[in-house]
């Protein structure tokens, strides 16, 4: 694999010494009855799972393939799998990623035909479309007029209503006043949904119950568009209650062609961002299905689109269905499409891209099976799924098959990153039918098993468990109406898992001390023996456990025999076992009073993590009072960064007085805007941070004296 630094000598070189080579070095090989050609090498400009996704079908179809990274991703995993990777600036993907300039001069430097803009980033951005152009590089995507007409969601919804696709109420007017918007929401009458109009991914998008609440929804929606897409227009839509979000797959070539590749739901979204994926939909009938898809097609064609593409639905409980926006790139959760269609998008992305006709027509594609995916996280679905950055300590998967993938980016070592999407991988299963299927997604999670930071598999364990879910009856507030069940008050660990939890400790130990004694040359120093043994009396101690909060004492009798007598809450069980090393994982053979099982086991500094079949279980040691740091925050109260950030608006300034769940600060972080409040009622003393400012994770970011201590 080869790297390069992209320095601006090395721009200005490119410019001056390689144009000539550039058009030279173009491998295109055109056949001039078809205007079809062959693509050799493809820039992907985009990171993480997807440019991992896209090199793999390069690889398959003797493409090579060219990575771009920036600071924070030099290690990386689609760096590694690259044939060669260039580097395009700091971590800040606006720096980096979203650098236009650079990654057309690394297209040219590179001599790639084509660039793959994954998703996110510039999938969507009518000017890379257009510069890709200008250059003779082939952007696999939609035509650049495609891109902009979909991409700005009240010149959408007039194609769309022009074209005969179902649209939603409501005003996509170029007032923007507060007071017009208002008034078109009254008009239009509560709920309504407030959108970017070039708003994606649920960003700078709210919901407004009331009237009540509308301004201060309306300018929490600007500020995020404005950060995410640099444009605050709004548009106003009347909100569906518990609707379906169902999207159809759609693929159109050069040549006037377009077919659907059936829908998906992803109604299950938390911050309307998508969470779990099926296809095809739940419940809905052949007849539905084909209205579905031939207005997919439709919507389509109104825009002569190209390339791979998503045109999204909302449903109602009646499965009537309204067009809602096209997203103009290939989505997150195409693998399930692929998996009940037997097809590679992204091959068929190359070849469209190339002049290719689609490679079969609508008569030539069927659905078979069900398959489902699972977005794994970075975040602690507990703490309104805040998302997360740290270490993978420890990083296992299901193997992967023919019914199996795992779309990822990351590997056991890597660091989930501040500066990115915080999602570790997708899940993705097939079944022949939607059970088969579910019972599939439930076993691969529970083999999905991560050490180093918060993730929300268990949250899709329970989602994927829920009665409601298993019947198919899913809609986008899926998850508030179910709180109850999808968050279920944490249980005390059951004894037997105490008892392996101990043996785990005491086998941990015996290695430490059996490496203590080759190391120190003296196989009798009483420092290198861990076994306890006593003459004519049986060794004893007491182990301290925490479950949770809850602090275990659990007391241990070594016998003679090698086994254990573990007695916990006065209950007695036998206990014995080993350690046993398969590839990179251990696994706990134990035995509690006869039950034999075989979790995987992962010890790191006070905690032992074990992963079985009936669930994940972590149980820590107490640290000692003089190890644990004092919290010199100075917050009094928890008014901290939540991670590491940028201040985006303060509301507050020094002797304020405020009230409990006061806004106190906005913060961007993890592309998320997070309202920090305050905890208590009290008076600001000092403002630590202003607006633009770059915070920490715990940051303190003001100094509150609580009430009762400010008078």
Same mark, same amino acid.
Request: proline share 4%; glycine share 8%.
């Given at each position: 694999?080869a ?12 410019r ?5 080579q ?38 398959k179809?003797?493409?090579r393939s060219?990575a ?12 590694t ?21 650079k990654?057309?001069q ?5 001599a790639?035909?084509a660039?793959h803009p ?13 510069w ?7 952007f ?21 209503s022009a074209?005969g696709?179902p649209?939603v109420?409501?005003?996509?007017g170029?007032g923007?006043?507060d007071?017009?918007?208002m008034?078109?929401a009254?008009?239009?009458?509560y ?10 991914g649920?960003?700078?998008m709210?919901?407004?119950?009331t ?6 929804q309306?300018?929490?929606a600007?500020?995020?568009?404005r ?7 709004m ?9 379906r979000h169902?999207?159809v797959?759609?693929?159109g070539?050069q ?18 961002q998508?969470i ?26 109104a825009v ?8 999204e ?6 499965h ?7 997203n ?6 195409h ?31 069927s ?5 489902f995916?699972?977005?794994?996280y ?5 703490n309104n ?13 299901p ?17 989930v990153?501040v500066?990115?999407d915080p999602?570790?991988?997708k ?18 999670l ?14 899709l364990?329970?989602?994927?468990a ?6 198919g009856?899913v ?17 005390a ?15 941990h ?30 060794y004893s101690?007491?182990?301290?456990l ?16 090698g ?8 209950q007695?069980f ?14 706990l ?11 995987k086991?992962?010890?790191?500094d006070?905690?032992i ?31 901290? #960064? *939540?991670?590491?950030?940028? !201040? +985006? @608006? %303060?509301?507050v $300034?020094e /002797?304020?007085?405020?009230q409990?769940?006061?806004s =106190?600060?906005?913060?961007?972080a993890?592309?998320?805007e997070h309202?920090?409040? #305050? *905890?208590k009622?009290g008076? !600001? +003393? @000092? %403002?630590?941070y $202003?607006? /633009?400012?770059?915070?920490?994770r715990h940051?303190a =970011?003001v100094k ?5 201590n400010?008078?």
């Amino acid at each position: 694999m080869a790297a390069a630094l992209v320095s601006e000598r090395g721009l200005h070189w490119v410019r001056r010494s390689l144009k000539q080579q550039w058009f030279r070095a173009l491998t295109f090989v055109r056949n001039a009855s078809s205007g079809s050609c062959r693509i050799e090498k493809v820039l992907i400009a985009n990171r993480g799972e997807i440019a991992c996704r896209v090199m793999r079908t390069a690889k398959k179809m003797g493409v090579r393939s060219v990575a771009v990274y920036s600071e924070a991703d030099k290690n990386s995993m689609h760096v590694t799998m690259a044939d060669e990777a260039y580097h395009i600036g700091p971590a800040a993907s606006q720096q980096s990623y979203l650098n236009m300039e650079k990654i057309i001069q690394v297209a040219k430097i590179a001599a790639a035909q084509a660039i793959h803009p994954g998703y996110g980033f510039l999938s969507e951005n009518t000017e890379f479309a257009e510069w890709c152009k200008k250059e003779g590089i082939i952007f696999i995507g939609p035509p650049s007029s495609a891109i902009r007409d979909m991409g700005i969601k009240s010149t959408s919804k007039a194609i769309m209503s022009a074209a005969g696709v179902p649209i939603v109420e409501g005003y996509h007017g170029d007032g923007q006043s507060d007071q017009q918007l208002m008034e078109e929401a009254r008009r239009i009458g509560y709920p309504v949904m407030i959108k970017a109009v070039r708003g994606g991914g649920g960003k700078g998008m709210r919901i407004a119950q009331t009237e009540v609440e509308f301004l201060e929804q309306l300018e929490s929606a600007r500020r995020e568009a404005r950060k995410s897409f640099n444009d605050d227009v709004m548009l106003i839509e009347k909100f569906v209650d518990n609707p379906r979000h169902v999207e159809v797959q759609v693929f159109g070539d050069q040549y006037g062609n377009a077919v659907y590749l059936f829908e998906r739901d992803c109604s299950v979204q938390r911050r309307h961002q998508k969470i779990i994926e099926e296809a095809p939909g739940p419940g809905i009938s052949l007849e539905v299905r084909r209205r579905l898809g031939e207005a997919a097609v439709q919507a389509a064609k109104a825009v002569s689109y190209v390339g791979a593409g998503t045109v999204e639905f909302i449903m109602d409980s009646q499965h009537n269905f309204y067009f809602m926006e096209m997203n103009t790139r290939l989505q997150v959760e195409h693998p399930v499409t692929e998996m009940i269609t037997g097809t590679d998008l992204v091959e068929w992305q190359l070849r469209v891209a190339a002049g290719e006709k689609l490679p079969m027509t609508q008569e030539q594609l069927s659905v078979k099976g069900h398959a489902f995916e699972a977005r794994i996280y970075a975040e602690d679905p507990c703490n309104n799924f805040m998302p997360g950055a740290g270490p993978l300590m420890h990083l296992s998967t299901p193997v992967p098959d023919a019914f199996v993938r795992i779309e990822t980016g990351v590997r056991q070592g890597d660091e989930v990153s501040v500066h990115y999407d915080p999602m570790i991988a997708k899940l993705v299963v097939w079944g022949d039918d939607r059970t088969a299927a579910l019972n599939k997604l439930k076993y691969c999670l529970r083999q999905y098993n991560i050490v180093g930071l918060n993730t929300n598999i268990d949250f899709l364990l329970n989602l994927a468990a829920h009665p409601e879910f298993e019947a198919g009856n899913v809609h986008t507030n899926f998850i508030p109406q179910h709180y109850d069940g999808l968050f279920p008050s944490k249980e005390a660990t059951s004894k037997d898992v105490l008892c392996q939890a101990a043996l785990a400790l005491i086998l941990h130990e015996r290695i430490q001390t059996n490496t203590f004694r080759a190391l120190s040359h003296d196989p009798f120093s009483p420092f290198a023996n861990s076994s306890g043994r006593r003459l004519n009396i049986l060794y004893s101690r007491n182990l301290a456990l925490l479950d949770g909060q809850n602090k275990v004492n659990i007391d241990v009798t070594y016998n003679y025999d090698g086994t254990y007598r573990v007695q916990i809450d006065g209950q007695v069980f036998h206990v014995f076992g080993e350690l046993n090393t398969e590839g990179d994982a251990t696994y706990l053979k134990c035995s509690v009073n006869g039950m034999v099982s075989k979790p995987k086991l992962v010890i790191t500094d006070n905690s032992i993590h074990l992963f079985s079949m009936e669930g994940a279980v972590q149980v820590n040691s107490p640290v000692p009072k003089y190890l644990v740091g004092i919290d010199a925050s100075g917050s009094r109260g928890g008014a901290v #960064a *939540p991670m590491t950030g940028t !201040i +985006e @608006k %303060v509301f507050v $300034k020094e /002797g304020d007085k405020v009230q409990a769940g006061d806004s =106190l600060m906005v913060m961007i972080a993890m592309k998320m805007e997070h309202t920090i409040k #305050a *905890p208590k009622a009290g008076v !600001i +003393e @000092k %403002v630590l941070y $202003k607006e /633009g400012s770059q915070a920490n994770r715990h940051a303190a =970011l003001v100094k509150f004296v609580e009430e009762e201590n400010s008078k």
